[in-house]
């Protein structure tokens, strides 16, 4: 459930757990979900129908398949509340933000997974094929972002 889809509200963050996001101005919505296993599907609906919502229907499967990978992670390593927050920037008309948060202090390290390997692939995707991406330490853990391009 989105805190306020327009607007960020950093204060309102805290309370629910998300980690390290940085107060943006412009359309923004976030939400929070427990360590359970069906977070990434909740997570991938939420970013779907935002999208939808901002007529962005054209990003809607890449942000949900990257947000998806990367609750895996948080899901895999973390066992606190998971953050996902969409911001469409001001000024940045061509640029979608997507932030995911847990409580697990350490970055994620991409690696090169092996042909018979089940995991380990996630982050390569984010990379391959976000603008661009990293990571943001947080009082309370860490932020994994990445950029996508809005077409124009």
Sequence with gaps: MPINPTK????????????GVIDTDGDCAEWSFP?????VRTARAAVRGQLHGWDLDCLADLAALLVSELV????????GPIG???????GLADTL?????????????ERVARDEDESGRGLQLVAGSSRRWGTRPGVRGKTVWFELAVPG
């Design 8 to 19: 960020p509200d950093v204060g309102g963050l805290v309370g629910l757990g998300v980690i």
């Design 35 to 39: 360590a359970e296993p069906g977070a």
């Design 72 to 79: 895996t992670n948080s899901l895999r390593y973390a066992t």
């Design 84 to 90: 996902v927050r969409l911001v469409r920037p001001v």
């Design 97 to 109: 933000l997507v932030e995911v948060s847990d409580p697990l202090p350490d970055p994620p390290r």
